[in-house]
Every structure is written in structure tokens, then in C-alpha cells.
């Protein structure tokens, strides 16, 4: 199985809402972008919901970040062999930083999951480790975008992200 490592966040100093994955997909590792799959629901989604315009991966991150939130994986690293939740050996996980990044975004004050193995490994192996105040930000855990998640429809995937926007 590879051993697999993700990418920097997505993010800029004035964040309030950060959203976080598990781990990049196949497609994204390979095209070293965030949700690459084409049919991987997250940028039409957040797209929709925050008025992006933009279609280029660059200015839609950016326009993202404009907005406050930033896009991040709870794990830096792990081995895995598809690019399912199911396959990540979970010997092998390595988590983000966390206490760091709070320290550098220290107005990030909600988080919401892209999944159930995202919130599940955040709150087992990140949640513990952190400072007090950092531990106290709200969760939310949201359907994953991915198209593994088929047996929920993009349109009910898009109410239940609606959240993001007025919680």
C-alpha cells in the first residue's frame, strides 16, 4: 500500500470556518488540488452556496478563502491503497497540526466535517491534543462530497451543506 501525504490548507489570515476532509482522493493527489474528482460534489456545492463564480481551481480557492473559509484534511499522511475512507490503515495515520493552525487562525470559530472518517479521526486522535479554547470550536459533521457517498443525492448533500452558510 502507498504511503500518501496531503496538502498545505487552503486558508488566509481572517478565516472563521474551516472545512476538513480526510484525506486527498487518487485524483486529487495527482492533480495536487482539492476535491479533483469531476464528480466529487464539494466545488459545485460550496460553489452554489457562497456565489463562487469562478471555474479555474486557483481563483475558485481564492474566492473561497475571501469568504472566510478555509479547506484542510485532518490527516498530514497515511497508507492506503484506493482512495476510500475504508482503506486507510489506521497505524499508518499522521494528523495536521492543529494546535498550530488555530494559533495562526486564531478567528477560525466552527468546523465542519467532509465526512464521518474526517470528524471520527478529528475527534479521536486531534481533539484530545488541543488547547482548551482550540477544543471548544464548534463541530459539524456534514454528508462527504465524494462520490463514494452515493446513496445520498447531490441535491440532499446540498440542503445538509446549507449549514455552512447559516449556522
Not at 35 to 40: E, P
Not at 66 to 83: I, P
Not at 88 to 104: A, G, H, P, W, Y
Request: aromatic fraction near 10%.
Amino acid at each position: 500500500m502507498p504511503h500518501i501525504h496531503g496538502f498545505p490548507p487552503i486558508c488566509r489570515p481572517g478565516a472563521h470556518t474551516l472545512i476538513l476532509g480526510s484525506m486527498p482522493s487518487r485524483e486529487s493527489l495527482a492533480q495536487q488540488r482539492y476535491y479533483a474528482h469531476s464528480r466529487n460534489s464539494f466545488w459545485p456545492i460550496v460553489s452554489h452556496l457562497l456565489g463562487l463564480t469562478a471555474t479555474d481551481y486557483t481563483s475558485r480557492a481564492l474566492q473561497l478563502t475571501e469568504k472566510g473559509f478555509a479547506v484542510w484534511d485532518v490527516l498530514q499522511a497515511c497508507t492506503r491503497h484506493s482512495s476510500l475512507d475504508s482503506d486507510i490503515d489506521e497505524r499508518s495515520m499522521v494528523t495536521n497540526d492543529f494546535r498550530l493552525f488555530f494559533k495562526q487562525y486564531p478567528g477560525v470559530n466552527r468546523v465542519f466535517f467532509n465526512g464521518t472518517k474526517a470528524e471520527s479521526v478529528y475527534r479521536r486522535h486531534v481533539l484530545p491534543r488541543l488547547e482548551a479554547r482550540q477544543a471548544e470550536i464548534t463541530l459539524h459533521r456534514l454528508p462527504s462530497t465524494s462520490p463514494a457517498n452515493a446513496g445520498m443525492t447531490v441535491e440532499r448533500k446540498l440542503e445538509m451543506w446549507h449549514a455552512i452558510v447559516t449556522v
